[in-house]
């Protein structure tokens, strides 16, 4: 990281390149300023590295918001906006972001905040929220000597119409084949555990004091499927294992068609209203919420798929109608199972939120055939579960209890299963 500082004091150093502006955002994928190719790239450099973006500024001069980012090379971008809600997006190839994540909560003028990331393998984005109707003025990348690029995205206010008018909808994603991906291998007889950490890329779920949500969820998944992977009775399969950004319906997607026998999915959320929320909570899906607090939670995780730029309605792939009420139920009863178990374990170790056992309508809990649950580790916005959330030895400690309450939903579930095939 410390190879990366690209502090460059003039601004002045631009190629000076004629270069396309105009109002954008009139059709999907329409690219302003592309870079004129290998010629400007920095020949040090090989052509395939990911470009690294260091200083991201958001700044209001007049009736213009600007948000500028430093780049180690131009690269190509393309913006678009979007409504509901109210978002600009702008689309990089993939870019190694060493941009402090608390930057992305500043706000200037009418664009609330933005964040960005990686959304797939090959693609970045950043996203600007807007407070009201804006539309895209300039979009591009300047050369800036030695090689170095500079994005400068300008925004102005606009009506609400010429706002509609402008904006896209997401393109369709390209429907998983679950014939695609691997099911249970013949022979296999370990349980399959999908552990899911929340957010990733694009989406750094709460965000308090720079660290991010997205990052101490994936640090927990990737100690829990070492450790259940170490005690060989388990596959474990991840949603996923680094920074990306994955949809919230394809996490559930990737459960089923892997054949799950458990699904896990991990966060650690915040309160804005209440610094003395403490503890540990466990998740069931439900259509309805225990409680206002577990449905205002719900309804927040399931804005996901918003916050990354995707429309959310296009990834509501419906799944009831594939299973029949009966394994619907059943499958709940072996969450609620795998709930108390993790309820119980978890209690022996670290602090439980209060009323620790909730349900609510999360959409990664959707899955008709796959025990799940969801598991909030604590609250960020909470000084003490915050420094926890970041302690090593606080992390093995709730690991081993997540383990130990897997470990009993499956010998004990097997048991229940079977009492229930037999009443049947
Ligand atoms: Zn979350």
Same mark, same amino acid.
Do not use: N, Y
């Given at each position: 990281m410390g190879t990366t500082q690209l502090t460059y004091g003039s601004r002045s150093t631009g190629s000076g390149r004629p270069r396309l502006h105009g109002l954008i955002g009139l059709a999907f994928g329409l690219c302003l300023a592309l870079m004129p190719g290998a010629a400007m790239s920095n020949p040090s450099r090989p052509a395939n590295e990911f470009a690294v973006a260091t200083d991201a500024r958001i700044e209001q001069a007049g @009736?213009?918001? &600007? =948000? *500028?980012?430093?780049? #180690?090379?131009?690269? @190509? +971008? #393309?913006a678009s906006v979007m409504a509901a809600p109210d978002r600009v997006i702008i689309d990089l190839p993939s870019v190694n972001f060493q941009v402090q994540p608390s930057a992305a909560r500043k706000s200037a003028g009418f664009v609330s905040a933005f964040r960005f990331g990686m959304f797939t393998p090959d693609k970045s984005r950043i996203i600007l929220d807007l407070a009201q109707p804006a539309l895209v003025t300039r979009a591009e990348v300047r050369s800036v000597r030695g090689g170095f690029g500079e994005l400068v995205v300008e =925004?102005?206010?606009? #009506? &609400?119409? @010429?706002?509609?008018?402008?904006?896209?909808r997401a393109a369709p994603q390209a429907p998983e084949d679950p014939a695609s991906q691997a099911a249970k291998p013949q022979g296999e *007889? &370990?349980? =399959?555990? +999908?552990?899911d950490p929340g957010h990733g890329g694009i989406d750094p779920g709460a965000v308090v004091a720079s660290i991010a949500e997205k990052s101490v969820v994936?640090?927990?998944?990737l100690a829990l499927k070492g450790q259940l992977e170490a005690s060989g009775r388990y596959r474990v399969l991840m949603t996923r294992d680094d920074d990306t950004f994955v949809p919230l319906g394809e996490r559930v997607r990737i459960a089923r068609a892997a054949g799950a026998d458990l699904f896990i999915s991990i966060h650690a959320d915040s309160l804005t209203q209440s610094q003395d929320v403490r503890g540990a909570t466990i998740y069931t899906g439900s259509e309805r919420a225990t409680d206002a607090e577990s449905a205002r939670l719900a309804a927040k995780e399931n804005q996901a798929d918003a916050v990354a730029g995707l429309d959310a309605t296009e990834d509501m792939q419906d799944v009831a109608g594939i299973l029949m009420d009966l394994a619907k139920r059943e499958t709940r009863t072996f969450s609620s199972l795998f709930a108390r178990n993790l309820v119980e374990k978890l209690g022996g170790s670290v602090r439980l939120h209060k009323v620790p056992m909730r349900s609510a309508g999360f959409r990664v809990l959707t899955a008709p055939d796959v025990p799940s649950v969801l598991i909030e580790l604590g609250y960020m916005s909470s000084?003490?579960?915050? @420094? /926890? /959330?970041n302690s090593l030895s606080w992390r093995l400690q709730a690991v081993a209890a997540v383990e130990a309450a897997v470990n009993g939903f499956f010998e004990r579930g097997q048991a229940v299963g079977k009492a229930a095939a037999n009443q049947r």
């Open positions: @009736e213009v918001v &600007r =948000l *500028t980012m430093a780049l #180690s090379r131009p690269v @190509e +971008v #393309s =925004l102005k206010r606009a #009506s &609400r119409a @010429e706002f509609q008018a402008a904006s896209v *007889t &370990r349980q =399959l555990v +999908v552990i994936l640090a927990f998944g000084p003490k579960d915050a @420094e /926890l /959330l």
